[in-house]
């Protein structure tokens, strides 16, 4: 076999994904290229056979529709590098809105967010914050950027897979904050002990329905544990409120991810859990994805 010509390789892979119907393949292609081929021709314009071969099956792995960040192993999510596998759920830009909520409920933005929004952070009045709970923690990259931005917390991040849970440790330590959390294989409240100034989760919320009219690149390919509870797609929710006041301190934050069209229901869950200043935050699109309280401080 001969060098390849790079740019010839990449254009002939957005060519093949877009006739395999991938949304945006020219993303894709350039993806795929930067993460596989780039690191061994550097800014050179061929490619050995060796490295063409890599590409070509990288690019057959995505016409298979099977996520970029699984064929590659990482996703960016906030400020880091995620390792992704198969065994957890691919981070999604739209899950940053729940670890920012977190950070603003650090600093009372939550509590009274019309007198501090606009205030600059340093006039931010701090809250303890001292132990955060994640249950269903998938890849880690929800608690362990909380633990990166509050270098003086500690966090036990829980998960019912244990292939996941190797995900998160592995992460923990590419982020440096090993030390500072604890991973425990649990369904939900079930190995938890101790109390929490923070509750966070974004747990299973596709209802049973839904499941099917999902894009192949996740309905075939991220573990369905992750992706729903099945029914309404609230069970998850009711599993969390039924025990999250026993695990929180007085005036700990709840902080949940939620679906399309579920901020009343869950709401109403979160009311009947007599949690307080209960507030539906939007994501960079817009649409409602988190669901925050606290708990009464009496």
């Known amino acids: 076999m001969s060098a390849r010509d790079v740019a010839r390789a990449i254009a002939d892979a957005r060519r093949r994904l877009e006739v395999a119907g991938i949304p945006d393949p020219a993303r894709d292609a350039s993806a795929l290229w930067v993460a596989i081929g780039e690191p061994a021709v550097g800014g050179g314009e061929t490619m050995t056979p060796e490295v063409a071969a890599r590409y070509d099956a990288a690019v057959a792995r995505r016409i298979r529709h099977q996520p970029v960040a699984q064929i590659i192993g990482r996703r960016a999510f906030w400020m880091h590098d995620f390792r992704v596998t198969p065994d957890v759920l691919d981070p999604r830009p739209d899950t940053e809105t729940l670890v920012q909520a977190a ?12 007198r501090w929004q606009d205030a600059p952070s340093h006039d931010w009045p701090p809250i303890p914050f001292e132990r955060v709970l994640d249950l269903g ?9 909380i633990l990166h931005e509050c270098p003086t917390a500690t966090g036990v991040g ?6 996941a849970l190797a995900v998160a440790a592995e992460n923990a330590e590419r982020l440096g904050v090993a030390d500072r959390v604890t ?6 409240f079930s190995a938890v002990e101790g109390s929490f100034d923070m509750i966070v989760s974004n747990p299973p919320y596709i209802s049973a329905e839904e499941m099917a009219g999902l894009s192949p690149d996740v309905r075939d390919w991220e573990p369905h544990l992750a992706l729903t509870p099945g029914g309404d797609g609230l069970d998850a929710y009711r599993a969390i409120l039924s025990r999250a006041a026993e695990h929180l301190t007085p005036g700990g934050h709840l902080l949940v991810e939620i679906g399309a069209g579920q901020a009343a229901a869950v709401t109403a869950l979160f009311e009947a859990a007599q949690f ?20 009464r401080a009496n």
């Not at 923690?137 to 950027?145: A, E, F, H, K």
């Not at 991973?183 to 939900?188: A, C, N, P, Y």
């Not at 307080?276 to 708990?295: F, H, L, M, P, Y």
């Open 103 to 114: 950070l603003d409920a650090r600093a009372h933005r939550l509590r009274d967010p019309d």
């Open 137 to 145: 923690t998938g890849s880690g990259c929800i608690l362990l950027s």
């Open 276 to 295: 307080t200043s209960i507030r539906v935050i939007a994501d960079i699109n817009g649409k409602d994805r988190v669901v925050a309280a606290e708990k």
């Open 183 to 188: 991973l425990t294989q649990s369904d939900w």
């Open 158 to 163: 829980t998960d019912i897979s244990p292939a």
